[in-house]
């Protein structure tokens, strides 16, 4: 059974599995505090590492790994054993899985955002965390991730969990950035008077036309946007990342 974690801007969500220490983490300061986890947005990349130590502290695990998310369609395997001794550096892609071994037992696999949807897959031997923005999506990120596992796991034993993000009436674009995503995936459409997608509902059209059964992180759905405790670069331009966190 995977345990997942989800961060908030001050420590971690109460739906969170069982961690160790209180809940309230982080050292980064203003616009990122506290609990920034993200290495590209302008904070003190030693505070990052802290606050991403104190993330691996609290998961109990040996090592969290980091995408360096680059809003393609690229999913890979994590196959370094051993910890990768390079806080800071992260992987190239927008998705990565781990085939359980015994070297990767306290390995977590983490996907930061701060509007995009944290999109965590795991089945039998398999967990992998997956980041879809609105770039991501048009361009087959969820398909990628799901053709990627289906290689070593079958899908029927696939479950999705997916954490916060934007809504859908929080998120007005322009035409010509609303109509790509509204053509290819039209159940993504929230307004399309006023030119609103919900990255989500596409994500979840995605999984529900291959029979993936999936739920929100807490059984609920929560907007980064509308709550004050996420970051969300729609809603304050300059902040920080919040993760979704999987391991066995």
Same mark, same amino acid.
């Not at 209180?22 to 980064?28: A, F, Q, V």
């Not at 991730?145 to 998120?171: F, K």
């Not at 059209?205 to 509308?226: A, F, H, Q, T, Y």
């Given at each position: 059974?995977?345990?997942?974690?989800?961060?908030?801007?001050?420590?971690?969500?109460?739906?969170?599995?069982?961690?160790?220490?209180?809940?309230?983490?982080?050292?980064?300061?203003?616009?990122?505090?506290?609990?920034?986890?993200?290495?590209?947005?302008?904070?003190?990349?030693?505070?990052?590492?802290?606050?991403?130590?104190?993330?691996?502290?609290?998961?109990?695990?040996?090592?969290?790994?980091?995408?360096?998310?680059?809003?393609?369609?690229?999913?890979?395997?994590?196959?370094?054993?051993?910890?990768?001794?390079?806080?800071?550096?992260?992987?190239?892609?927008?998705?990565?899985?781990?085939?359980? /071994?015994?070297?990767?037992? @306290?390995?977590? +696999?983490?996907?930061? !955002? %701060?509007?995009? &949807?944290?999109? $965590? =897959?795991?089945?039998?031997?398999?967990?992998?965390?997956?980041?879809?923005?609105?770039?991501?999506?048009?361009?087959?990120?969820?398909?990628?991730?799901?053709?990627?596992?289906?290689?070593?796991?079958?899908?029927?034993?696939?479950?999705?969990?997916?954490?916060?993000?934007?809504?859908?009436?929080?998120?007005?674009?322009?035409?010509?950035?609303?109509?790509?995503?509204?053509?290819?995936?039209? /159940?993504?459409?929230?307004? @399309?008077?006023? +030119?609103?997608?919900? !990255? %989500?509902?596409? &994500?979840?059209? $995605? =999984?529900?036309?291959?029979?993936?059964?999936?739920?929100?992180?807490?059984?609920?759905?929560?907007?980064?946007?509308?709550?004050?405790?996420?970051?969300?670069?729609?809603?304050?331009?300059?902040?920080?990342?919040?993760?979704?966190?999987?391991?066995?």
């Amino acid at each position: 059974m995977a345990r997942i974690w989800c961060t908030k801007r001050s420590g971690l969500h109460e739906a969170s599995s069982s961690f160790q220490g209180p809940r309230e983490l982080g050292i980064s300061r203003p616009p990122y505090a506290s609990f920034n986890l993200g290495s590209k947005v302008g904070d003190e990349i030693k505070d990052v590492i802290a606050n991403r130590r104190a993330l691996t502290k609290a998961c109990q695990l040996e090592e969290i790994r980091f995408m360096d998310q680059i809003h393609s369609a690229l999913m890979v395997e994590s196959k370094i054993e051993g910890n990768l001794g390079r806080e800071g550096r992260d992987e190239s892609c927008d998705g990565f899985f781990l085939r359980r /071994e015994p070297w990767n037992d @306290e390995i977590g +696999l983490a996907v930061q !955002v %701060a509007d995009c &949807v944290p999109l $965590i =897959l795991h089945g039998d031997n398999v967990i992998a965390a997956v980041h879809v923005g609105r770039e991501g999506l048009v361009k087959g990120m969820t398909e990628s991730a799901i053709e990627g596992l289906a290689r070593h796991i079958d899908l029927a034993r696939l479950t999705a969990v997916i954490g916060p993000s934007i809504c859908g009436d929080c998120y007005p674009l322009s035409q010509e950035t609303f109509l790509p995503v509204a053509k290819r995936y039209p /159940e993504s459409i929230f307004s @399309e008077p006023e +030119l609103k997608i919900d !990255v %989500a509902a596409g &994500v979840i059209s $995605i =999984l529900e036309n291959r029979d993936i059964p999936w739920k929100w992180l807490g059984s609920r759905r929560e907007c980064v946007s509308c709550d004050s405790e996420y970051f969300s670069h729609r809603r304050d331009r300059v902040t920080g990342r919040q993760v979704m966190v999987v391991a066995w």
